[in-house]
């Protein structure tokens, strides 16, 4: 063998090689390359998304935040306001009861005044009943001068 023909014969199993592969190997390889190029492109296009979505995300957070403290002092405001209400009211309701108590012990005591006055005034007329029947030195009808007593109560 020349080495003409192996070199030939080499040539030609070369390129049977070459068109085998390119005919059935490079097709496969080509298509995977390109699903994977793909889903390369694709995961970029998702990460910047997400990246745009976190941003998003951010600023909205930030809104809720915002949003949430304006609401809590709002919230803060409108409770200070009914707890005042509340004490004011409480304060009123004090004071009518206080009139009320007032009053009610004023009442009594003019009451009690009037019935010390009346027990004070029956009294008196049986001192003065007593001391005339001493000074007489004779018994007094008190029927006879229950009128005399009565209007001495009065004058009392």
Excluded: C
Aim: hydrophobic share 45%; glycine share 6%; no cysteine.
């Amino acid at each position: 063998m020349s080495i003409n023909a192996t070199l030939l014969g080499q040539a030609i199993w070369f390129a049977f090689f070459i068109w085998v592969t390119m005919k059935y190997v490079w097709p496969p390889l080509q298509k995977a390359m390109k699903a994977r190029q793909r889903e390369i492109a694709d995961g970029l296009a998702a990460s910047e998304r997400g990246k745009h979505e976190l941003e998003l995300a951010g600023k909205r957070s930030a809104d809720v935040v915002r949003e949430a403290k304006e609401r809590s002092g709002e919230i803060l405001a409108q409770t200070e306001k009914r707890a005042q209400k509340i004490l004011d009211e409480a304060r009123e309701a004090a004071k009518a009861e206080h009139a009320r108590i007032v009053g009610a012990a004023k009442a009594d005591i003019e009451l009690e005044a009037t019935r010390a006055r009346e027990q004070l005034r029956e009294r008196v007329a049986e001192l003065a009943v007593a001391g005339a029947t001493r000074i007489l030195q004779r018994e007094v009808d008190a029927a006879a001068h229950a009128e005399l007593l009565g209007r001495l109560r009065q004058e009392l």
